[in-house]
């Protein structure tokens, strides 16, 4: 990763923890973050970070996210299965074969054209063409950014997303206490 040094890293994992949460194991704290209501009400299924297994992948992923973050690079966290449903394209639940003939359907080339990828390989194309496009500016950035960010795809049927004067992608995933939380927008939208 240091030699290719990409712009942006998306993460297949939850990046941070519900404000009010101490820590992963903390029973009493809440169990969702502004992200995570965000997908709710996209309407987009997922699991909470508190349930069983998320929980290890949560802790995985936060501790992953900041040895990039202190490396340099910028780190979000991404869902392929909401943005499989945002591009309009079959989760791997489908079937492995339709998910990969959608993903080349998007021109994407590489070992989607050459081999038969796994499913989690075919998710990793997917966030990691979502990152792509962020870059090319298209996206949407949901959540609270002193709670922690996620990255989607523009849904397909809308127009190209602005990104509110100001904000931009921080390479710290985990939020620090010099964060605002006067503002909590919901949804941001980018260039």
Known sequence: MTAARPSLVVID?????????????????PHLRECDRELLRLRLPFFPLT???????????????????????????????????????PRKKAGVARLQRALRSLGLGGDVVRRELTHDELDAVTIA???????????????????GL?????????????????????????????????SRPRRRRVR
């Open 13 to 29: 994992a939850p990046l941070s923890l519900p404000r009010g949460r101490k820590t992963i194991d903390d029973r009493s704290g």
């Open 150 to 182: 996620m990255l989607l795809p523009e849904p397909r049927t809308s127009q190209k997303a602005r990104e509110p004067e100001g904000e931009r992608l921080r390479s710290n995933p985990v939020p620090t206490a010099a964060a605002s939380r006067a």
């Open 129 to 147: 063409w979502v990152g792509w496009t962020f870059r090319q500016g298209k996206g949407i950035l949901i959540g609270d950014p002193s709670e």
């Open 51 to 89: 349930l069983g297994p998320m929980r290890i992948l949560t802790v995985r992923g936060m501790r992953l996210a900041a040895q990039l973050s202190r490396r340099g690079f910028d780190v979000v966290e991404g869902y392929p299965g909401g943005s499989q449903d945002l591009l309009g394209i």
